[in-house]
């Protein structure tokens, strides 16, 4: 037993020694980031305007009467729904007219000298947006008036057989 004290008190001897008053652990200098010039920006960078899209224009100049004859014959075209459409149709001179992002609703006449070269087409400029479209062409001038309707959600044709 005096084995045992003898060897715990060289132990705790030992530790007070080694823990001598002055010989606390010291803490180091915080690191710091070295100072490269760049500082953050305080207010968001302005986000540019988008140009307004011009006014949609045909992909040429429609005639809506015929340059020859008495034109007896005249033709209403009209596409109806929300949104905008891209269209085409036969105008007076029986040219195929490209109009880009018409908005809705949408409406011409024109006078023709018959009904041979009647057509419109349209189809939504937003494929993803599936609305009602529809369409309408009226023909007159020459007997009974032909009206023809065609709905659909996606793209519209409408002509006489």
């Known amino acids: 037993m005096a084995l045992v004290l003898v060897v715990c008190g060289c132990l705790c001897a030992g530790g007070f020694l080694l823990d001598r008053p002055g010989s606390e652990p010291i803490a180091e200098e915080p690191w710091v980031v070295p100072d490269d010039g760049w500082t953050a920006p305080t207010t968001r960078a302005p986000i540019p305007e988008r140009p307004s899209p011009a006014p949609p224009t045909p992909s040429k100049q ?73 369409s309408t062409v009226t023909i007159s001038g020459t007997g009974t008036p032909v009206v023809l309707k065609e709905r659909s959600y996606g793209s519209i044709w409408c002509a006489p057989e």
Do not use: C, Q
Request: proline share 7%.
């Open 62 to 134: 429609p005639v809506t009467r015929p340059t020859s004859g008495p034109a007896p014959v005249t033709v209403v075209y009209e596409v109806t729904g929300s949104g905008e459409a891209d269209i085409a149709y036969f105008d007076a001179e029986s040219d195929l007219i490209h109009i880009d992002s018409a908005k809705l609703p949408w409406r011409t006449t024109i006078r023709t000298n018959g009904a041979s070269r009647v057509r419109l087409e349209a189809d939504w400029v937003d494929m993803e947006y599936h609305g009602l479209l529809e």
